[in-house]
C-alpha cells in the first residue's frame, strides 16, 4: 500500500468515514461473517445461550472455520429490518473493521468501489491513517484465523 515514492499510503491523510446503519454490509449477496471461539462465546453470552446451542442455531463450519449463518434472503442472521444488527456491541471483528478492510485500501479504486457499495464511506469525519491501518490490521487477522 506504500506509495512509489515511499512517502506512505495514498491514504496517509486518513479516510472519511460515517456508518449511516444503511445496513447494505449486512444484507444482500450471500457471503461469509467469519467467527472466532471467542466471538462465539461473546455471542452465546449475549443471548444467554450455552455455546453449542448458540453454534447450532447461528454458526455454520466451513472448512476449518466458522460463519455466522444467512437468512434464507441471505440477510446476516442477526439483521433486523427496522432495528439493525441486533447484536451491535459484539458485532464480530469482520463487522467492526469494514470499511478499512485491506482489499479496500489497496488502491484509490478500490476504495471508489468501496465508496460506491457503501455511503457510510463517501463522507463523515476523517478517520486517521493510525487508526484505518489499525482497523485494516484487525481485519486480516480476522480474514486470516
Ligand atoms: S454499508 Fe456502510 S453505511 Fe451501510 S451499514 Fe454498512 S458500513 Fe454502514
Ligand atoms: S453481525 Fe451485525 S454487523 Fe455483522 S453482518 Fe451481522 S448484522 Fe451486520
Not at 449477496?29 to 452465546?44: D, H, I, S
Not at 440477510?75 to 447484536?87: A, K, P, Q
Not at 464480530?92 to 471508489?112: D, I, K, N, Y
Request: charged letters at 25%; a negative charge; proline letters at 7%.
Amino acid at each position: 500500500m506504500e506509495d512509489v515514492e515511499g512517502s506512505g499510503p495514498w491514504y496517509a491523510a486518513g479516510l472519511q468515514f460515517a456508518c449511516s446503519r444503511c445496513g447494505k454490509c449486512c444484507t444482500g449477496a450471500p457471503g461469509f461473517v467469519w467467527v472466532t471461539v471467542e466471538e462465539m462465546e461473546r455471542l452465546a453470552e449475549r443471548l444467554r445461550l450455552s455455546f453449542p446451542e448458540f453454534t447450532r442455531q447461528y454458526v455454520r463450519q466451513v472448512g476449518d472455520r466458522y460463519s455466522l449463518i444467512e437468512k434464507p434472503n441471505y440477510d446476516c442472521i442477526f439483521w433486523e429490518s427496522g432495528s439493525g444488527c441486533t447484536v451491535y456491541e459484539d458485532r464480530p471483528v469482520q463487522c467492526r473493521t469494514w470499511p478499512f478492510w485491506p482489499a479496500h485500501l489497496e488502491s484509490p479504486a478500490a476504495w471508489g468501489r468501496t465508496q460506491e457499495f457503501c455511503p457510510g464511506a463517501r463522507g463523515g469525519p476523517v478517520i486517521s491513517l493510525e487508526e484505518v491501518e489499525a482497523q485494516a490490521r484487525r481485519a486480516a487477522i480476522a480474514f486470516e484465523e
